[in-house]
T-cell receptor, first 109, second 118 residues
Framework: DAKTTQPNSMESNEEEPVHLPCNHSTISGTDYIHWYRQLPSQGPEYVIHGLTSNVNNRMASLAIAEDRKSSTLIQHRATLRDAAVYYCILREAGNQFYFGTGTSLTVIP | EAGVAQSPRYKIIEKRQSVAFWCNPISGHATLYWYQQILGQGPKLLIQFQNNGVVDDSQLPKDRFSAERLKGVDSTLKIQPAKLEDSAVYLC????????????????FGAGSRLTVL
């Protein structure tokens, strides 16, 4: 079962930063925090992952709280193509990935 | 590298019929997953294989669903007999167990197989 909680939906204006929050208060020391997104009519795609330190890649940044009980996916400039459902997932020690319902991001032109 | 291949993309059947979905993961990926995604919901893990062994099938409805991964490469998910509530997209994903590299333990999904049960 999913061990993360996310807001059902969020909105952002185009070209503005987007901060998508995720709570994972029961995270264990070996669980990685993964983010995936799913564009309409496509399979989910990997965005970013991390363990303890903040992470940056070409798609986004991941800010992880010091106690690891929450994290935030940051997209620095939202575009219309970023409209998707974003899933925050804990990768457990057995490499299981349990998805929740995610956050549906709407980007307003 | 080639992505995760799935077929068929679309299938329409009547209830009580059977259906099979096929998945070919990325070459060298030891772990393969099948997910069920009902409209408006997040993907639900049905079964996880590592090579040709089952790691987790706790959410697989075993009275009607079965899956196999012979030779540890491609996999087949079967539903027999199908029910109306099985209408969903069936997603296959794979991941590598390499310890290093940005791709380590990251899921790569196929495009999915959309099943409609009438």
């Amino acid at each position: 079962d999913a061990k993360t909680t996310q807001p059902n939906s969020m909105e952002s204006n185009e070209e503005e930063p987007v901060h998508l929050p995720c709570n994972h208060s029961t995270i264990s020391g070996t669980d990685y925090i993964h983010w995936y997104r799913q564009l309409p009519s496509q399979g989910p795609e990997y965005v970013i992952h991390g363990l303890t330190s903040n992470v940056n890649n070409r798609m986004a940044s991941l800010a992880i709280a010091e106690d690891r009980k929450s994290s935030t996916l940051i997209q620095h400039r939202a575009t219309l193509r970023d409209a998707a459902v974003y899933y925050c997932i804990l990768r457990e020690a057995g490499n299981q990935f349990y998805f929740g319902t995610g956050t549906s991001l709407t980007v307003i032109p | 590298e080639a992505g995760v291949a799935q077929s068929p993309r679309y299938k329409i059947i009547e209830k009580r019929q059977s259906v099979a979905f096929w998945c070919n993961p990325i070459s060298g990926h030891a772990t393969l997953y099948w997910y069920q995604q009902i409209l408006g919901q997040g993907p639900k893990l049905l079964i996880q294989f590592q090579n040709n062994g089952v790691v987790d099938d706790s959410q697989l409805p075993k009275d009607r669903f079965s899956a196999e991964r012979l030779k540890g490469v491609d996999s087949t998910l079967k539903i027999q007999p199908a029910k109306l509530e099985d209408s969903a997209v069936y997603l296959c994903a794979s991941s590598s167990l390499r310890a290093q590299g940005r791709g380590a333990n990251v899921l790569t999904f196929g495009a999915g197989s959309r099943l409609t049960v009438l």
